[in-house]
Structures are given as structure tokens and as C-alpha cells.
């Protein structure tokens, strides 16, 4: 076994640092971080708009009362997220222009996106086309994977264009503002004239727009691909895996999969607005918020809370109970280092087994709960992670059955760890 672990620690390991330290991945998870709070106070309104005990007509009254909480954060979450693609992306190439990067970026997306869209009637027929307007679909989940390509390649010009010295300098009286937006302005035109030039080529040439052809082509596909039960599985498993050798994998695979979390939440929040059928009918399984609540909500990376109770009150070691019983506290808002590094779970062979096939088990439980229609989907409100369980299950799905579905996890954790417990608590004796 032990050699076994140490053929895997050389081969996966440097792969996994490199994840880890890429700067193109720490910046589009500090991306995404900026626009967390944003999202919170979205991700409260469609809670409360949505609660299920209130009457239709009075969630159609919240929606019209409330809405523009949802709209203006969770709605247009590219914006944000390009925002801060192109500020950290200027910062990690040591640059001082992190704000006009950001702004450029931000500028560059919206250059690419249609100033227009179809009003729909009742039917689902085309009625009439709104000009000089923008969708907030192409400014949420439908635009996310474009803000992303277009911020990352936006700030990168300007950041090249800057460092190449196409600046115009001023004289050290002019006050500090002044002189950094000249400073900024050749490379912001260069930056931007690219973009316009590509949008008019789409226009022009191709008919379309990248918006549609980065949705279809990319997009889409992808995002069905990285949320399917098969890539959750593999997700779940690198965290775990990662997590044995002492790297935190959460973040490491969370900077990989959180494009595709993220659009689809956003996609969820959207259909909720819509009503319940929508939501039921179109709506995604694998979102942020599916993620955040059923498997780390159960007690963090490992979903350890009810393997921390078991270590608290039915191991017979003492040092085991004491591990337990000072894991328990944060354990119920789903922090587990006490545990991983206490037990320990880092490079002990002993528990490798239910470290690694207990979230997994949980993850298809879940899964399948939420695929056969026994729990209602995720509303695409972003419950914090160290939210306490059954209550998390509760807020994700305004459902009581979001609880019970967690309940139904816990105890599929606790039957794989049992005897592993039992087997470590008697290697003292």
C-alpha cells in the first residue's frame, strides 16, 4: 500500500502543484471571489422570494418588489467577474494599472456583446426585437464563458502593450489621476480597437456574433461535460485524493471546475424567476450550490462531520475522543482541519479507503436524489459553505427534502467509515 501511495505522490503530485500555482487559474478564482458578496445578497433575495410557504401571488409580488436585488448581482455576474479578471491578472503581471485594466476588460466584453435581443410573446414566438439594449442572459450565466476568454485576453493586451512602453508620460506636477490615465490610454485604444474590429468582422462578415458562437460551440458543450455525474465523481476525487498528500484540493479543483459551477447556478437562479416548472424542466443538477452544500456543507473537504461525531463518542482511544470532541465545534460549519490534521487523514494509509470512497458514494446519493425527482433542484441561490447542515440543504432547495437528502448522505458516510474507525481505534490496544 505504502509503496503503491508513493508511486502516486510522483506522479500526480507535480501535476497538481503546478494546478495549484498557475496564475491564470489564482486569478480566475480571485475573479470569482469578488463577486461572492455580490452574489450572497442575490442568492438571499431568491431565497426569501422563493420560500415555499408562500402563496404564488405573493412570490409574484416579491419578484416584482425585489427582483433588482437578483438582477443587479447574480444576473450580470460576468461583470463582475470580468472586472476582477482584469484587475488580478494586471497585478500578478506586476503591473500598477490593475483599475484600467479591469475597466478595459470590462470594455472589451461588452464591445462583443449584441446591443439588442428578441421580445418573446406568449407563445414563444419573436414579436418584436429591443434595440439599444442589453440581455441580462448575456451578462450572466449565457455570457460567462466569453467574459472569461475575452477579459483574460483583453488584460493581457493592455498589460503587454504598457510594458512595451506604449504610454504617454507626464510631467511629475500633473496630479497622480491625470497622469495614469494618459498613461493608460494608448494601450486601452490599442486593446480596444482590437475587439471592435473582431465584432465587426462577426457582424459583417459571418452574420453572428461571439456571444452565440461562444455559447453554442464552447460553452454548452463544456459545461455539459464538466457538470455531468462522471466529471462531479472525478472532481470529488482529486479533492480527496489531493487532500491525502497535504495539498488543499478544494481550491486546486475548484479553480478548474468552478466556470462550469458557477454558470450553471447562475442558470438556476435565472429559471427560478421563471417558476418552478422551469426550473424543474431546464434546470442543472451539478451546480455551485450543489457542490458548497452536498458535499462540502456535510462537514468540509471529506464531508467529515458525522465521522468527527463517531471519533467523539464511540472510539474507545482517548486521544481519538479528544480529536473528535475539538473537531466538533467547527466541523458543524464545515471546517475540518482539526481533523484532517489530527486524526490524521494526511498520508495515513489506514483510513485512505473511506477518505476517498465516502464523499464519492455521497456525491452519486445525492446526485440521484436530485436526478430522479425526488428533491427539487437547487435554486441557484449560493448558500455559504460553512453554513450548518440541513440547514444548507434547506436554503438550496426550499425544500425540506434538501435536508432529509443530506441526512440520507450522512448516513451513507458513517456505514463506509464505521468499521475503518473500529479498525484504527483497535491498532491502540
Do not use: C
Not at 101 to 123: E, W
Not at 310 to 335: D, S
Amino acid at each position: 500500500m505504502n509503496r503503491f501511495m508513493d508511486m502516486l505522490s510522483e506522479k500526480v503530485l507535480p501535476i497538481a502543484t503546478i494546478l495549484g500555482n498557475n496564475k491564470y487559474l489564482l486569478v480566475l478564482r480571485d475573479a470569482f471571489m469578488l463577486s461572492f458578496p455580490l452574489t450572497m445578497f442575490g442568492s438571499l433575495i431568491v431565497v426569501f422570494n422563493n420560500l415555499p410557504f408562500w402563496p404564488d401571488n405573493l412570490k409574484v409580488q416579491f419578484a416584482d418588489l425585489f427582483g433588482n436585488g437578483q438582477s443587479a448581482t447574480m444576473s450580470i455576474m460576468t461583470i463582475f467577474v470580468s472586472l476582477g479578471i482584469g484587475y488580478y491578472l494586471a497585478k500578478a503581471e506586476e503591473t500598477e494599472e490593475g483599475l484600467y485594466a479591469a475597466v478595459v476588460a470590462l470594455a472589451s466584453f461588452l464591445i462583443l456583446t449584441p446591443f439588442f435581443f428578441d421580445v418573446l410573446g406568449d407563445n414563444g414566438k419573436v414579436v418584436a426585437k429591443a434595440t439599444g439594449a442589453l440581455s441580462l442572459d448575456r451578462l450572466g450565466a449565457k455570457g460567462m464563458f466569453l467574459g472569461i476568454i475575452t477579459s483574460f485576453v483583453a488584460a493581457k493586451l493592455f498589460v503587454y502593450l504598457t510594458k512595451r512602453g506604449f504610454t504617454i508620460k507626464m510631467p511629475e506636477s500633473v496630479p497622480p489621476a491625470v497622469s495614469k490615465s494618459f498613461s493608460a490610454l494608448i494601450p486601452a485604444i490599442g486593446t480596444l480597437m482590437v475587439f471592435l474590429l473582431v465584432n465587426a468582422l462577426m457582424t459583417s462578415v459571418f452574420n453572428t456574433n461571439l456571444h452565440d458562437v461562444i455559447y453554442s460551440l464552447i460553452q454548452q458543450p463544456l459545461t455539459g461535460l464538466g457538470t455531468s455525474l462522471f466529471a462531479t465523481v472525478v472532481a470529488v476525487f482529486f479533492v480527496q485524493f489531493l487532500w491525502f498528500f497535504g495539498l488543499h484540493g478544494q481550491v486546486i479543483v475548484n479553480s478548474v471546475f468552478e466556470p462550469f459551477w458557477q454558470t450553471n447556478m447562475l442558470d438556476n437562479a435565472r429559471l427560478t424567476q421563471e417558476g418552478a416548472d422551469a426550473l424543474a424542466q431546464h434546470g442543472h443538477i451539478v451546480t455551485k450550490t450543489f457542490m458548497d452544500t452536498f458535499t462540502v456543507g456535510l462537514g468540509g473537504s471529506g464531508s467529515t462531520l458525522i465521522v468527527v461525531v463517531m471519533m467523539a463518542f464511540l472510539m474507545k482511544q482517548r486521544q481519538y475522543r479528544e480529536v473528535g470532541r475539538f473537531a466538533l465545534a467547527p466541523g458543524i460549519f464545515n471546517v475540518n482541519e482539526p481533523v484532517i490534521f489530527g486524526l490524521p487523514m494526511v498520508m495515513n494509509a489506514s483510513i485512505f479507503i473511506p477518505w476517498l470512497l465516502a464523499p464519492i458514494a455521497s456525491v452519486i446519493v445525492a446526485y440521484l436524489g436530485f436526478a430522479s425527482g425526488l428533491v427539487p433542484l437547487t435554486t441557484g441561490a449560493q448558500v455559504p459553505w460553512t453554513m450548518p447542515i440541513f440547514v444548507s440543504g434547506f436554503l438550496a432547495t426550499n425544500s425540506i427534502m434538501g435536508s432529509l437528502l443530506q441526512l440520507v448522505q450522512v448516513i451513507v458516510i458513517a456505514i463506509i467509515w464505521f468499521p475503518f474507525l473500529k479498525i484504527v481505534d483497535r491498532q491502540l490496544d
